[in-house]
């Protein structure tokens, strides 16, 4: 069975929250370490190209999260902690030169029978496939198909923003609770679009990924395939 739905482009997460997220990641990846006081919100809202106020609604997002620590007349302080919470804790790909903001744009959304190609994975014979591409700030980085296990309910294109995982949470009250990646080498699928400059059947890095909610097996694998010239796979340790 295949219903598909064409959704060119993802619902963007508001922007107070693109921020907290890029500021997620650079803690993450030690480069905002722990007790490093913030430049001054002013500045830091011109470096970002936004406003004053949703920086403070982005800085207020990392107080709730255990990251910042506001301190009256002396400014922002970075407090590590925890990062699970984030929408991209477990989004491993980097800019070469460090950094950027994860976003996707839909390019299909889809329930079918599961494939032969398919590892074994979930309860159920059929599945959610989305198809996206990838970047990083605005660099193209990869192309990605993730299958979600019918048997833990069925995606619909409508309300799909740039993390799947928040969707999970709101629509189907599923939250993805661990992954393991596996990293190595692929070609790139017949259906890359267009729009990534490698074209079908190029070898290059390649990413699958088994997660896990509350059920003894994986309910969701996803394969990536990205451009080594722009991004490489990241992996600390603390």
């Known amino acids: 069975m ?17 921020i907290s997220e890029f500021l997620v990641r650079e803690i993450a990846a030690g480069r905002l370490v722990d007790g490093e006081r913030l430049a001054p919100e002013r500045d830091m809202a011109k470096s970002l190209n936004v406003s004053v106020g949703t920086l403070r609604k982005s800085l207020k997002e990392l ?49 079918h029978e599961k494939p032969l190609d398919l590892p074994k994975f979930g309860a159920s014979k059929s599945a959610s496939r989305i198809r996206r591409l990838r ?7 990869a192309i990605e ?13 409508v309300g799909i923003s740039d993390s799947l995982y928040q969707y999970y949470s ?8 661990r992954a393991e990646d596996y990293v190595g080498i692929g070609k790139v699928p017949a259906w890359a679009p267009a729009a990534f400059i490698l074209l079908p059947g190029t070898i290059t ?19 990536t395939w990205f ?12």
């Open 205 to 223: 890095g390649f990413i699958e990924r088994f997660s896990w909610g509350s059920q003894v097996a994986p309910v969701e694998y996803s394969r």
């Open 135 to 141: 970047y990083l700030n605005d660099t193209i980085i």
């Open 227 to 238: 451009d080594t010239n722009q991004t490489h796979y990241v992996q600390r340790l603390k």
């Open 170 to 177: 709101k629509h189907l009250g599923l939250w993805i609770s």
């Open 145 to 157: 198909e993730i299958w979600l296990d019918q048997s833990v309910g069925v995606i619909d294109s």
């Open 2 to 18: 295949s219903i598909d739905y064409k959704q060119k482009s993802a619902s963007a997460l508001p922007r107070f929250i693109q």
């Open 63 to 111: 107080e709730k999260m255990g990251l910042l620590e506001s301190i009256q007349g002396s400014g922002n302080y970075v407090r590590q902690n925890q990062i699970d919470g984030s929408v991209y804790a477990m989004f491993r790909l980097e800019l070469i030169n460090g950094g950027g903001l994860p976003k996707a744009d839909v390019l299909d959304v889809s329930l």
